[in-house]
Structure formats: structure tokens, C-alpha cells
């Protein structure tokens, strides 16, 4: 059993540079943003114009400035036609474009335009107005809030989440889904969130997350972040992804497999999301851009190109690794978590 307060915070990111719009600056909410960053002493820098500039000597200098900037903007008009999101939810929607983190597998790299500033949107009332109208009124509608964006990375200076939060707690159609690589869940713990909010954690196998999860919080401190938060009576989650079968890869798993049974050792509403690595041309072409020494595997003769219905591609692992994979998983997780449910595997 983990006993209480064991496991240290991850220290909260702090941009260098805090740009807003001036549109920003007309919100409601993007006032209340000054006023949180202003009181953390952070440098403000309020733009005559509403469009963003990041210059630098090469990529990696204009990688390594984006990521340093937090830039409060308003959610352009396109962001208020939600699109599908399966398997996750019934439908996305964004508080935020960017993350704060330095995963060298992100799944962000080559799907959004232009350097990877963190932009928090300041019209967060309307965007979460926005969200009745795609409710279903014949079973409850889910949203995705974590496809651009860590939301809990940034919300010690937005805020966006919490609210996020109260939000759904009163709106009977509609459940909200987060996920997090980080652990500063204090201002979550008492919102009146009436089970409309599941919180997850993505967490990885030791190898992984040591070695690719540049700037997040430990696997521990997001279990045990996790924990206060199913005490708190959340229904909670687990992504495990990217899913890799590096060398003794069911070892290790094991071992993530054990920390999470030690941490949620109490009965909770527990989910799993099982994600295997899966990479594009363009997303690779990103990632050796932004970190070029790592030591990622994405070498597509050792992978299987997969088609969709858009014209789209990507490479993922061959057919009989997936199905070996699969299989250990889900052994895993029914002996160890029973009254778990496996929401898919992709």
C-alpha cells in the first residue's frame, strides 16, 4: 500500500515569454489568465496584432523558443465544428493547441501547422457552449479535451481545465474526458464534478518513459496524482502508450503493471486504453527535426504501412507482434484489475 505524500511533485513549467492577442485580452477568460500569470511574476508581452512570430537561427532554435512560449489567442472559428474522435470519445474539442512536455514520439509532430507554441484559448465560453449543440439526447455524449494539448500541463496557467470541469459537472448530456502526462492536481480535487469527468494518466514501461518523456512528471507522480483523484471520486483511467515491444518488453510491463496495482490497490472506476507506436513520413520528418540524436525506432522496413478510408497513412507493428501483444495485455490487465474495463486497443 502507498502510504500518503510519498512520491514528490513535478516542478510546474514556467514559459519565458507569455504573449497575448489582443482579441485575447477581450475575453473574459483571457483576462483571467493575465491575472494568473501576472501573479506567478512571469513576463507579458500583450501584441499590437493578432498573429504569432517565432524566429530563430534554424528549426531546432525556433523549436526550443516555441516551447518556451505560452501564447493566449482565441480558438479560430474552424475549432467550433467538432470533429469525431474514435475510439476515445464521440467528439474532440480543444481549451489549447501545444504541449509543454518533450516526448520524442509526440503525436502532434507533423499534425499541427507551424512552430509548437503552446496556444490556451481565451474564449473558453463559448467554446464550451459550443459543445451543446453536438449533445445526443438519446445517451450521453463523450468529449475529448487532450488531443491537442496536455490540459493539466498548463492549467496552473489557464485555469481552462478546472473550469472545464465544473462545467460538465452540470451538463446531464455530456461526460468530459482528460489526459495527462503530469501530476499538479490540487485545484481538481473538490470541484463538483458529479461523475462527468473521467481523469487518465498516460503512463509507459520504465525504458520509455525515462528515455522519451522529456519534461513530465514521473510514472509514479502521475499514479499517484491519479490516486487523489479516484479518492476524490473521479472515475479514472490509464493510456498505456506508445505501446513498444523493446527488448524484454513483457518484464518490463510487468513491472508498470505491478506500480499501478500497488498505487489504486482500493476499488475505483478504472479504465484502459492500450496504444500501440505508430508513426507517419511527415510525423518522423517532424521528430528527427526536433531531436535528432534520439533513439526512437521508427525505421519503416521493420513495420507495417496501414491505410485509412481518408487516404491517409501511417506504419505500425506487424500482425503477429500486435496480436502478441494484445494478448499480454489484456491477460495482464483481466488477472490483475478484474473489474477493469479495456475500452480498445489500437
Not at 51 to 65: A, C, P, V
Not at 201 to 230: D, H, W, Y
Not at 269 to 287: A, G, P
Request: with cysteine; glycine share 4%; proline share 6%.
Amino acid at each position: 500500500m502507498l502510504a500518503e505524500n510519498t512520491v514528490s511533485k513535478t516542478r510546474l513549467w514556467m514559459p519565458e515569454r507569455v504573449l497575448f492577442t489582443p482579441t485575447a485580452l477581450d475575453e473574459s477568460w483571457g483576462q483571467q489568465i493575465l491575472k494568473r500569470v501576472e501573479s506567478l511574476q512571469l513576463p507579458v508581452e500583450k501584441l499590437t496584432q493578432n498573429r504569432l512570430s517565432i524566429s530563430g537561427d534554424d528549426e531546432q532554435e525556433i523549436y526550443r523558443t516555441a516551447k518556451r512560449t505560452l501564447a493566449v489567442v482565441t480558438a479560430p472559428p474552424s475549432s467550433f465544428k467538432l470533429s469525431p474522435i474514435p475510439p476515445s470519445a464521440d467528439w474532440q474539442f480543444h481549451l489549447a493547441q501545444g504541449c509543454p512536455a518533450h516526448c520524442q514520439y509526440c503525436y502532434l509532430a507533423g499534425s499541427l501547422q507551424g512552430p509548437p507554441v503552446i496556444r490556451a484559448y481565451a474564449n473558453l465560453s463559448q467554446i464550451l457552449e459550443n459543445l451543446k449543440a453536438y449533445a445526443n439526447p438519446s445517451k450521453v455524449t463523450s468529449y475529448e479535451v487532450s488531443c491537442y494539448t496536455d490540459p493539466l500541463g498548463i492549467e496552473h496557467l489557464t485555469g481552462s481545465l478546472a473550469e472545464c470541469i465544473r462545467f460538465f459537472g452540470s451538463f446531464e448530456e455530456g461526460h468530459l474526458r482528460w489526459v495527462s502526462k503530469f501530476d499538479d492536481v490540487d485545484e481538481l480535487l473538490d470541484l463538483p464534478h458529479n461523475n462527468h469527468t473521467r481523469c487518465r494518466m498516460s503512463v509507459n514501461a520504465a525504458p520509455i518513459s525515462s528515455r522519451f518523456e522529456g519534461g513530465t512528471a514521473s510514472v509514479k507522480s502521475r499514479l499517484e496524482a491519479l490516486r487523489r483523484l479516484a479518492l476524490s471520486g473521479y472515475p479514472v483511467g490509464l493510456v498505456i502508450a506508445p505501446i513498444m515491444p523493446m527488448e524484454d518488453w513483457e518484464l518490463h510491463y510487468q513491472n508498470l503493471f505491478d506500480t499501478i496495482a500497488t498505487t489504486l490497490y482500493f476499488e475505483c472506476d478504472l479504465t484502459f486504453e492500450l496504444i500501440t507506436h505508430r508513426f507517419t513520413s511527415k510525423s518522423k520528418e517532424t521528430l528527427e527535426t526536433w531531436y535528432p540524436n534520439s533513439k526512437l525506432d521508427m525505421d519503416e522496413a521493420t513495420r507495417s504501412l496501414k491505410r485509412n478510408k481518408f487516404g491517409g497513412s501511417k506504419y505500425v507493428y506487424d500482425s503477429d507482434t500486435m496480436k502478441t501483444m494484445r494478448r499480454f495485455f489484456e491477460q495482464e490487465i483481466s488477472k490483475r484489475f478484474p473489474q477493469a474495463k479495456i475500452l480498445y486497443w489500437t
